[in-house]
């Protein structure tokens, strides 16, 4: 059972339907849809392209095409066709918010995506022709809005999903206390106290 939050997070509780995160407004060049340009817009569909692989299911989106297919069609985006970079970009940015040096991006620096900036009533916006295109734009705006480094995943080797850290003092550590907090404090304190 998949149980959410107001981000996805499947450790909280089940809210029904998570609805669409990225909300089609205008034709971009090139003929792929224009996400809007808000920080919880944008959030909702990096968060979503993040968990795109779940630890505790044992399943990856990306695995498969015609669930990637699905994924791009639930949100109104066109589908990037190479699963392969698809996939690269998406181990790339869980790799740089779990800031873990095990599990550096795999691209090379120079690897270049087509995004086009377009004017919504005279405000620059980064749109893009394709679903991956649309995750980076998203996350370029989240990155120059300040929210990037509160993108984080759980250190939960049963978890690991992504989550956004809305804590004041950004010290958020786990995508739900409740869960994988207390499964680990209840691990800590049976090790401490058989081994005593």
Known sequence: ???????????????????????PTAEAPG?????????????????SFLN????????DVLDHTEQWRRWCEERGLAQARDLDAVRDVRDSLRASVTHSAEDEPRL????????????ETGVPTLSATDAL????AAAVHLVATDHWDR????????CLWAFYDRSRNRSRTWCS????????????????HTTS
Do not use: F
Not at 2 to 10: A, F, L
Not at 133 to 136: D, S
């Open 108 to 119: 090379p620096a120079s690897t270049l995506w087509p995004l086009h900036v377009t004017l």
């Open 133 to 136: 295109g649309a995750v980076l």
């Open 31 to 47: 003929g792929g849809p224009t996400p809007r340009r808000d920080a919880e817009a944008d959030l909702a569909l990096v968060l």
């Open 151 to 158: 993108l984080k995943i759980c250190p939960a080797d049963d």
């Open 177 to 192: 206390m409740q869960v994988c907090g207390n499964r680990k404090k209840a691990r800590s304190w049976r090790e401490r």
């Open 1 to 23: 059972m998949r149980v959410i939050d107001d981000v996805g997070n499947p450790r909280i509780a089940y809210s029904g339907v998570v609805s669409k995160a990225v909300t």
């Open 52 to 59: 795109t692989t779940d630890a505790e299911e044992h399943t």
